[in-house]
């Protein structure tokens, strides 16, 4: 069966579904769905170079398809009695919150900023994109090490993810700037020591998806204010990723348009292909290693082997098993007009971990999981409209939509964001 054919027939029968259970059309799950099915349409559709999709990858995107749709569901059967934290609460917690946080931290990433800045101007980008994620040997050319890289992604970068999912609520629906003039200072600082183009990409997203939500579900009054600010600033957040993605043809004066365009394109396609390559590579994690819930909760295992490795340098986890397997650079068959190669890693999509870790099974567990979720969160908003879980389920929206790239949960700041969430809820319930 066509694959296009058969992934839009799965979108429809689940919007058609969705829409007898719950009575109302636009929901997280739908935007997730839409995702992963254009983007995957467009890799099995196009031809910029890539190799053609094998069964295995079919059938692991057909299986997240169908358990992810099934999973968003299922709440129309199963009633949860969710705590419901008041939205005057959290709005105090969160101001507490930024104040303290910005005092301690804005000043060491405008520090951080300065030394990548250095970087940047005695290289090229590239070159300094490249020293600052590649490095070689145990020094850091901004951090130091890697354990202060840690600590600067739990304490500075999982702040601000939370602080996300709440900055653009207060600004759209109250006009409230101080949360996210902050946010956003604190991301862009923090992006640059980097140089990289995901959070932001990320944050750009997450302002759409609110803005989205608000709007379709009336929460807020659109003035024009409102509606230019939030224009602005998404413009500003898009042309950092796609400045972000010309810089990295600087320094070669026959790039052209097409490259720029086929960059982006493989940007969000190539994951499925360095999916589908390991799934085919007898050496591969996927066929020679199972993590048994390791590889999807990685980003837990960072600080836990940096601390064990203060007492035993030797400690080898399964993370340092198969981490470096994403980290090789593969030829894909891609090239730019003059001929020079597109060279592609890391990207392995959020399938790679849950299929590591279970095998088919865990594609079919975890994106049920992730459907379930994202669909009582959003269901429970829809109840009672409290901010806590219009957040909640914006973070499950951003990871599901990210996971198409590197996943989530490879990075500690995802749990240390989570983390906040959860003792946010705690803290005010025990305050009410």
Request: hydrophobic letters at 50%; charged letters at 10%.
């Amino acid at each position: 069966m066509n694959p296009l054919f058969l992934s839009c027939s799965i979108l429809v029968v689940f919007t058609v579904l969705y829409y007898s259970l719950f009575k109302h059309f636009w929901s997280p799950s739908l935007l997730v769905l839409i995702w992963w099915v254009f983007w995957f349409s467009v890799t099995v559709s196009t031809d910029i170079g890539f190799p053609k999709p094998s069964n295995a990858l079919l059938f692991s995107f057909y299986a997240f398809l169908f358990f992810f749709s099934l999973g968003s569901l299922l709440p129309a059967f199963l009633h949860f009695t969710l705590p419901v934290p008041n939205n005057d609460c959290l709005l105090n917690f969160n101001n507490t919150m930024i104040r303290v946080w910005s005092v301690i931290s804005l000043p060491v990433l405008f520090y951080f900023w300065r030394k990548a800045a250095r970087v940047l101007y005695e290289d090229s980008f590239l070159g300094g994109r490249n020293a600052l994620i590649d490095f070689e040997g145990s020094t850091h050319p901004v951090f130091g090490s890697s354990f202060i890289r840690n600590v600067v992604e739990v304490f500075m970068a999982g702040p601000l993810l939370y602080f996300s999912l709440f900055a653009f609520v207060y600004l759209i629906r109250d006009s409230r700037v101080l949360l996210s003039s902050v946010t956003c200072l604190g991301i862009y600082l923090y992006q640059s020591t980097e140089l990289g183009r995901s959070q932001i990409y990320r944050t750009a997203l997450l302002l759409f998806a609110v803005f989205f939500f608000l709007w379709i579900y009336r929460k807020f009054v659109l003035s024009t204010k409102k509606l230019f600010l939030v224009l602005l600033v998404s413009l500003v957040f898009f042309c950092y990723v796609f400045s972000s993605t010309m810089s990295r043809f600087k320094n070669n004066p026959s790039a052209s348009w097409t490259d720029v365009a086929t960059e982006l394109q493989s940007y969000h396609t190539v994951g499925f292909i360095l999916y589908d390559l390991a799934l085919n590579d007898p050496n591969s994690p996927l066929n020679t290693e199972i993590g048994f819930g390791r590889a999807t909760f990685s980003g837990l295992w960072f600080p836990v082997t940096q601390v064990i490795r203060m007492f035993d340098k030797t400690y080898i986890s399964f993370l340092d098993e198969w981490y470096p397997y994403t980290a090789i650079s593969h030829d894909l068959g891609i090239r730019t007009e003059s001929g020079k190669e597109f060279l592609f890693n890391a990207y392995y999509t959020m399938l790679f971990p849950f299929f590591l870790d279970f095998r088919y099974p865990g594609i079919c567990f975890f994106s049920l999981l992730l459907g379930f979720s994202t669909s009582t969160c959003f269901l429970n908003w829809r109840k009672t409209f409290f901010d806590f879980w219009f957040v909640t389920f914006m973070l499950l929206l951003v990871f599901c939509i990210m996971n198409i790239f590197q996943p989530l949960t490879q990075r500690v700041y995802f749990f240390a964001a989570s983390f906040l969430l959860v003792f946010s809820l705690f803290r005010i319930k025990k305050a009410q």
